[in-house]
């Protein structure tokens, strides 16, 4: 099992991105899927996190101007974040809490995809 991310890379203050991450491999069930973001010289901090019925919680930095959905039948979740600001420069991660067909359920990390917002 894995995740992949992609959709990082240098936007303008204002601008917007979309980020997507997707698991792969032999998986049973997808729970709780999320994005986390790490600052140079920061501790990582959730973002974003959605359950598998489609409840969301935020970051209270992040409400009003990120979204968090998934795909479940694709096992994908994405982050649309739009008035990005110099201070959402970050590299996100993304998680996933996954039980495989043979084994117990886990976290799951993706590597990280850099956002670089610029003022």
């Known amino acids: 099992v894995q995740l992949q991310a992609s959709g990082g890379g240098l936007v303008q203050t204002g601008g917007s991105l979309r980020l997507s991450c997707a698991a792969s491999?032999?998986?049973?069930?997808?729970?709780?899927m999320g994005w986390y973001r790490q600052a140079p010289g920061n501790k990582r901090t959730l973002v974003a996190l959605i359950s598998s019925g489609g409840s969301t919680s935020y970051a209270d930095s992040v409400k009003g101007r990120f979204t968090i959905s998934r795909d479940n039948a694709k096992n994908a979740v994405f982050l649309q974040m739009n008035s990005l600001k110099p201070e959402d420069t970050a590299v996100y991660c993304c998680?996933?809490?996954?039980?495989?067909?043979?084994?117990?359920?886990?976290?799951?990390w993706g590597k990280g995809t850099l956002v670089t917002v610029s003022s």
């Open positions: 998680n996933a809490e996954i039980t495989p067909r043979s084994g117990l359920q886990k976290d799951y």
């Open positions: 491999g032999s998986i049973r069930r997808v729970d709780n």
